[in-house]
């Protein structure tokens, strides 16, 4: 039987949707050191999260947006990477080397980072001052060793490793953050584990992020379209020639 374009063009679609839900391998942390799993639950009230980390990752993490409220605040939950240079930060899809950064390896535990985006693409900080131009409303998240940026988008990592892991709240825990007053950790609020090396246990900075949704990549999204057009095309060819 002839295999066409289209259905060439629906298998890769669908791989690559497959692609961005599953899940990736948390490994073990140093003795000496919190696993992803016991950062999570040191900020939990109570002190077991819902949250699994292995199981209740988010799926298709490369790019975000901000929702309705116009600004994302970033509050620092920890770090446990040597590198005392590292930071954390936004960059700009599309351009791996436009970043702007918000927290770093210093920051104290419960500190924050509120940026908002202007309809021009401008990148407000705290609402004081202009810190860079992403061009739209579409970003990634990364951290910078000083040596290496390791991205959200594991198509931009030298490795080709993905090196952040994302959890959104359910509802169901309260967390509390250094010295911030506890809060129900809702929907539409993440927190997201960094790997700096290649021990790939996803904890050496974690930070929580609210006000934001992942979405799919505009190229994710096209290749996908033309996938359901070519089942849609097959369909109707199969139905008139029954």
């Not at 985006?117 to 990364?142: E, H, M, P, R």
């Not at 040596?147 to 359910?170: I, P, R, W």
Request: aromatic residues 8%.
């Amino acid at each position: 039987m002839k295999f066409s374009k289209l259905k060439v063009a629906l298998v890769v679609a669908c791989a690559a949707f497959a692609s961005t839900v599953s899940a990736t391998v948390i490994q073990p942390s140093p003795a000496n050191e919190q696993s992803l799993q016991q950062v999570i639950n040191g900020i939990t009230v109570g002190g077991t999260s819902s949250v699994n980390v292995n199981t209740d990752q988010v799926a298709g993490d490369n790019y975000w947006e901000i929702t309705g409220s116009s600004a994302t605040t970033s509050t620092f939950i920890i770090s446990l990477t040597g590198n005392t240079s590292e930071q954390f930060g936004i960059f700009q899809y599309g351009n791996g080397s436009n970043l702007i950064p918000l927290l770093s390896h210093s920051s104290a535990a419960g500190q924050q980072a509120t940026i908002s985006i202007k309809a021009n693409g401008d990148v407000w900080l705290n609402n004081t001052s202009i810190v860079g131009n992403i061009g739209q409303n579409l970003f990634g998240f990364y951290v910078n060793t000083g040596s290496k940026v390791f991205y959200s988008d594991t198509n931009l990592n030298s490795d080709g490793q993905d090196h952040m892991v994302a959890y959104e709240g359910t509802g169901k825990d309260k967390i509390q953050i250094g010295g911030n007053s506890a809060g129900t950790w809702t929907p539409n609020e993440y927190i997201l584990g960094f790997e700096d090396g290649t021990d790939f246990d996803y904890q050496d900075m974690v930070v929580e992020v609210e006000s934001v949704k992942p979405v799919p990549e505009p190229g994710s999204l096209a290749l996908m379209g033309l996938g359901l057009v070519g089942l849609g095309i097959a369909y109707k060819r199969r139905k008139a020639n029954a």
